[in-house]
């Protein structure tokens, strides 16, 4: 299983771009890699996936290099309804091994 | 659909008392997955299930059991509670087909503290 090392906390004021970086060294080939955000006392939530390249949706932009050992979240104009705990996770989601790990995340803190 | 559901949302036990955590998905999910959180920590893996009748082991198991009868289904089984076992316990349940391959789709959590 791929571990993944993120920042722990980041914080931003509102109205920039955020980006927040996860390394995944040990990334596997079939390995798919999917960014959660939580709010307190609330599950996480998906905001987006990708394998390769650069992804884009309505809320976030995901940027995978050409080795895929680190992946980078973008959010375009944060604002503070963005504080939340940001998660990256790294797995096999295409087989039947299911075993999918979080990391520790990443608190963003926006500030007004 | 109402998504996964997980009941009961709160629950104070006593040191050695048992209980289940149930959690039910209405969106015919094939994966099945039970995680906790503990106080400002990240979520950690129980147990997880691919399908009717497979589970297996996550990163922290000990004191706990699951059972998957249905595809609906994925119960997490408490015996002998003990006060590390208060945590916020999340179920999730994903799918290998649509354009978000994998998404996990989250219940609303149960919060227990064991006394």
């Known amino acids: 299983l791929a571990k993944t090392t993120q920042p722990i906390s980041m914080d931003s004021y509102e109205g920039q771009e955020v980006n927040i970086t996860c390394s995944h060294n040990?990334?596997?080939?079939?390995?798919?890699i999917t960014w959660y955000q939580q709010f307190p006392s609330q599950g996480p939530r998906f905001i987006i996936q990708?394998?390769?390249t650069k992804v884009t949706n309505e809320v976030a932009s995901l940027f995978i290099p050409a080795d895929r050992k680190s992946s980078t979240l973008s959010l375009p104009r944060v604002s503070l309804s963005d504080t939340a705990v940001y998660y990256c996770l790294v797995g096999d989601i295409t087989s039947n091994t299911g075993k999918l790990i979080f990391g520790q995340g990443t608190t963003l803190q926006v500030k007004p | 659909n109402a998504g996964v559901t997980q009941t009961p949302k709160f629950r104070i036990l006593k040191i050695g008392q048992s209980m289940t955590l149930q959690c039910t998905q209405d969106m015919n999910h094939n994966y099945m997955y039970w995680y906790r959180q503990d106080p400002g920590m990240g979520l950690k893996l129980i147990y997880y299930?691919?399908?009717?009748?497979?589970?297996d082991k996550g990163e922290v198991p000990n004191g706990y059991n699951v059972s998957r009868s249905t595809t609906e289904d994925f119960p997490l089984r408490l015996e002998l509670a003990a006060p590390s076992q208060t945590s916020v316990y999340f179920c999730?349940?994903?799918?290998?087909?649509?354009?978000?391959?994998?998404?996990?789709?989250f219940g609303e959590g149960s919060r227990l503290t064991v006394l």
């Open positions: 999730a349940s994903s799918y290998l087909r649509g354009v978000n391959t994998g998404e996990l789709f």
């Open positions: 299930s691919v399908g009717a009748g497979i589970t």
């Open positions: 990708g394998y390769k």
């Open positions: 040990n990334i596997a080939t079939n390995d798919y």
